[in-house]
């Protein structure tokens, strides 16, 4: 349900972040960044299929032929940036990333947008940590290859454990709900 209104435009599940940097990246570094991060984050390199009785995450086929990173460069910034942020992100066939660097004269801006059903907001503020990290390992050891993360919980466990709930069911208060207001 989720993906069908997402794709027919009845809402928009992606989270956006715009960075300026007042120097230019090296964008062959950055791209590989963006293609490491799904090896150190492997359902970023997923798409997702929906199956009655058996939805599941599908590891995309040629992970090496997808272009990680776009780089345009750009008269209008501003322009280019808006442009990026209305444009779709397919999530039944490609990655739940899509990266764009945009180069205005001498600065570079990183336009960064993800799928919200395999990350949250904070998911996406550790994403841009991963992704510099990544960026700046590169520039030190070109040949240098991220662990995956394969034993991270993407579940309510973390929420709940924080809240001290051990028992879901427990956690409710199963007494009617009365009418919040009502008329005269």
């Known amino acids: 349900m989720f993906n069908y209104a997402a794709c ?9 972040a715009v960075i300026h940097f007042k120097d230019k990246l090296d964008e062959v570094k950055l791209a590989r960044a963006v293609r490491l991060s799904i090896d150190a984050e492997p359902v970023l390199g997923c798409f997702f299929v929906e199956r009655e009785n058996s ?13 990680w990173c776009r780089l345009e460069e750009t008269k ?11 444009e779709p992100l397919n999530t ?14 001498q ?8 799928n919200h059903a395999c990350c949250d907001g904070r998911s996406a503020r550790e994403y ?11 520039c030190r050891d070109p040949s240098f290859e991220p662990e995956p993360n394969v034993q991270g919980k ?31």
């Open 8 to 16: 027919y435009g009845i809402s928009n599940h992606t989270l956006q």
């Open 55 to 67: 939805p599941f995450w599908q590891l995309l086929f040629d992970p090496e032929k997808i272009s």
């Open 76 to 86: 209008d910034r501003e322009d280019s940036v808006m442009k990026f942020l209305l």
């Open 92 to 105: 039944d066939r490609d990655p739940q990333i899509l990266a764009l660097l945009l180069r205005y004269c």
């Open 107 to 114: 600065e570079d801006t990183l336009c960064i947008k993800l």
């Open 128 to 138: 841009l940590k991963l992704l510099a990290g990544l960026y700046t390992k590169l």
């Open 154 to 184: 993407r579940d309510q466990s973390a929420v709940l454990e924080a809240r001290g709930i051990t028992e879901l069911k427990s956690s409710s208060i199963p007494e009617e709900a009365g009418p919040t207001w009502a008329f005269p």
